[in-house]
């Protein structure tokens, strides 16, 4: 994670005075780190990924920049096998850093664990630019571009491409 995504991960954490907050993908903890500089105090950081060598740096990573470690829920485990038993409208943010394949199950399991005015942030969504690109045509990019246009086209999002790291697809969940 680039240092700008990091900073608009924390800004968007703060503004949406997050106190819950999923992260699909923990990776080593950098952007679970983020996320927690910008929640809440006590606020709760859940972050789900399937190997568990990434959650225990992470869990480190944690430890060292501070946390306690009652101010993170890590869940070893596919996002989609986890994401259904998370409560529905119950999260202020969403972290999509998953498998880019499944961005479209994670948009739509998003919009129903996050609140009116919740924000949910898709890292990587210019795939290297790929998906500017007209003739790449892999399977993850053109899954990355129906998820841009889903999120541009709902009727329950406002959506913003921020330009930092490798594409940062925001939108809050607007009310019902």
Do not use: W
Not at 54 to 72: I, M, P
Not at 167 to 173: P, R
């Amino acid at each position: 994670m680039s240092a700008g995504a990091g900073a608009a991960l924390r800004l968007l954490a703060a503004t949406a005075g997050a106190k819950a907050v999923v992260e699909i993908g923990t990776g080593t903890g950098v952007s679970g780190i983020h996320l927690l500089q910008g929640m809440r105090p006590g606020g709760v950081l859940t972050t789900v990924d399937p190997e568990p060598e990434r959650q225990q740096f992470a869990r480190q990573a944690f430890r060292a920049a501070g946390f306690a470690a009652n101010r993170s829920r890590i869940i070893v485990g596919r996002a989609l096998d986890v994401l259904p038993r998370l409560a529905d409208d119950s999260y202020d943010m969403v972290f999509c850093d998953g498998d880019p394949l499944e961005c479209l199950e994670y948009l739509g399991e998003s919009l129903r664990l996050l609140r009116a005015g919740g924000v949910v942030c898709f890292e990587g969504v210019f795939a290297d630019g790929r998906t500017v690109d007209s003739a790449a045509q892999p399977d993850e990019v053109q899954k990355l571009r129906e998820l841009l246009r889903s999120v541009k086209e709902s009727p329950r999002l406002m959506p913003a491409l921020l330009p930092v790291g490798d594409g940062l697809l925001c939108a809050v969940k607007r009310e019902a």
